[in-house]
């Protein structure tokens, strides 16, 4: 039977999510789940619970490689999608700072590059309709293109390196302009993870299903208070309620079903019966004024023959 650890429910914008221990380390670990901690596995739940994430939509990621502590981020369009919603978000900005040819330095909108011109970093403003001036940020290329152990550069911070570094000013910006919609998430972009190798298709798992018929074995089983009153019809001997459940077939008493309750109630209590008689028997006391009559046990020597 599923682990039911740390159950939650939750709303979110595509619905109600539920999380719990085995499905994290299941389905949503992003590398190798056996070397996921509890307390990772916790903050993973926790951060989709507070932030209302469907991680099964892509909207969070729990990424464990090796030893190393696991990255929590968030999906691609979380952050877009969730400024758009936002009541006080009035709108952005964003785009790369460039180097042109001749030494001068430009904010430019969008992400392109010309082949002579050297990307420095990028920029980006979110405006607040509670707010007389926008938020603004820049931030260097140079201090957040990832790399390999070895040196190597991620495949996207190699191949596209305009767009990820403006994501970054982006999300910063956002982040920091609305704390009420981003506290607490961080993009993959930010993070020191390969985002290339981020799975985008949906998690389909017919995980509600699985709760619901999980929730249904609990409920046909007997309670505590039930499993209890075995062992008081049975006056305390474990034997006896041992020998009944082993032949229906249960190893542990609070496995028992609503179904068998009663049959086996009715069992300890005849047993526990069969065994008081057995023991009045074996310690019946010998009357006192019992007389043996001669012409009901002959002696040895009086055959009926005359000698």
Not at 297 to 303: D, Y
Request: one cysteine or more.
């Amino acid at each position: 039977m599923e682990n039911k650890r740390w159950l939650v429910k939750y709303e979110t914008d595509t619905g109600e999510v539920t999380l719990s221990y085995d499905i994290v380390k299941k389905y949503l670990v992003s590398g190798d789940p056996s070397k996921v901690t509890d307390q990772e596995v916790m903050m993973f739940i926790n951060l989709c619970k507070y932030q209302k994430l469907n991680p099964f939509l892509r909207e969070a990621y729990l990424i464990k490689f090796g030893n190393e502590p696991a990255t929590l981020v968030t999906g691609k369009e979380t952050f877009t999608k969730r400024a758009a919603k936002s009541k006080l978000c009035a709108g952005y900005e964003a785009g790369v700072i460039v180097q042109k040819e001749n030494g001068e330095m430009e904010y430019r909108k969008g992400t392109l590059v010309a082949p002579n011109e050297i990307l420095i970093g990028g920029w980006a403003k979110v405006y607040r309709k509670d707010w007389s001036v926008p938020l603004e940020t820049s931030v260097s290329l140079q201090e957040y293109q990832r790399k390999t152990k070895d040196g190597k550069i991620f495949s996207n911070w190699a191949n596209m390196p305009a767009t990820m570094i403006r994501k970054v000013a982006l999300v910063q910006a956002l982040r920091e302009a609305l704390p009420e919609e981003f506290q607490g998430l961080y993009s993959p972009e930010e993070m020191p993870v390969d985002d290339s190798k981020l799975e985008e298709k949906p998690i389909e798992v017919n995980y509600t299903l699985q709760e619901e018929t999980n929730t249904k074995q609990e409920e046909q089983k007997i309670s505590l208070a039930q499993a209890k009153r075995m062992f008081a019809i049975a006056q305390g001997d474990k034997d006896i309620v041992r020998a009944v459940l082993d032949k229906y077939g249960y190893e542990h008493s609070k496995d028992v079903t609503k179904e068998d309750y009663d049959k086996i109630c009715a069992e300890i209590e005849q047993a526990v019966r069969q065994k008081e008689q057995e023991k009045s028997q074996q310690e019946e006391p010998i009357d006192a004024d019992f007389t043996v009559v001669e012409e009901d046990i002959p002696l040895p020597w009086e055959n009926g023959a005359e000698g």
